[in-house]
């Protein structure tokens, strides 16, 4: 059975399954996940935890080995495996399932893992999983979910925001949950009783916004160059390598170049998104960007990559990052020209 986070306390109410698996790349969720299982299994006399941390040298028979052995301390007893990125083997799988064919009665399996691709959720282990347990995939907050997100879990803590303050907020602490909940914690303690506006969270909540290359490309794709103004500075202020950036921009349009190559064949969308491996919500960002793009301004933008290129191995004089930041714009429907005059 696969739950949302929101779903999961109240699924727990209904009894305890003999397996679950919190998956996803969000570390708050995923941390307030994990506890809302914990209480729930110690309410119900779970009282023992045994912690296995998988690597490369976990031997996958100590779980069946850790399922049958007697407790000396309590009744009932908490399995966590903790995965991480670790891919399961065939091996690994088998005795999974063998385990979830015949769970223990007194022991509850927890399994912690990073974000699952598409070949594990697949896989006999995972369906198994599905079938006998409860699955909570843990899903990103997208910017446009992000003032919703900080008004609900305002209100649970009793903060009182108004929308300028959950607007600055949102902007401050972008793409880091863990970081919103922070500041929102000590909003709640420099101001209790009080409806905070910009100007509060102007003075307490420092810029803790957590963005990545991807962000930025999906944010040139999504037409929004205000914001990619604001994420190319936050990266390269990281120390955000320009070889990096370059490398991605140039990968995006060449996927568009071949995307609108594609589309003038005659060839379906959804074929090209394939071939391409264009997947989930990017396959609309990119649609949209190959109707508002012409040919010429990628072919212009992939010769300012070069140039680029020339200025990152001292071929060229320059800061790369000027000219990578006109990229981006321009990718975002920015007109700003791409080369200087002359």
Known sequence: MKLKPEQLAGRLKQGIAPGYLVTGDEPLLCEE?????RKAFQQQGFTEREVLHV????????????????????????????????????????????????????NVLLIIADKLDGSAKKSAWFKALDKTGVI???????????????????????????????????????????????????????????????????????????????????????????????????????GTEAPVLLWALAREIRTLYAVQAGLSQGLPFDTLCQQQRIFGKRKQLVRNCAKRTSRASLEEMLQACAEVDRMIKGAAAGDPWVPLTGIVLHLSGHPLPLRAPG
């Open 33 to 37: 996940s994990v506890d809302t299982l």
């Open 55 to 106: 690597d490369g040298s976990f031997k996958w028979e100590y779980l069946l080995e850790c399922a049958s052995a007697l407790s000396l301390f309590a009744e009932r007893k908490i399995i966590e495996l903790r995965l991480g990125s670790q891919k399961l083997q065939k091996n690994a799988s088998e005795i999974l399932q063998q385990y979830l064919a015949n769970p223990a009665p007194d």
């Open 136 to 238: 909570v995939e843990i899903w990103p907050v997208e910017p446009s979910q992000l003032p919703g997100w900080i008004r609900q879990r305002a209100a649970a803590m009793g903060l009182s925001l108004d929308e300028s303050a959950v607007e600055l907020l949102s902007e401050r602490v972008e793409g880091n949950l863990l970081a919103a909940r922070q500041e929102m914690s000590k909003l709640q303690l420099l101001y209790p009783d009080m409806t905070l506006g910009a100007d509060e969270v102007m003075d307490a909540v420092s810029d803790s916004s957590r963005f990545d290359i991807f962000a930025l490309t999906d944010a040139a794709l999504d037409g929004q160059p205000q914001r990619c103004t604001r994420i190319i500075q936050v990266l390269r202020q990281e």
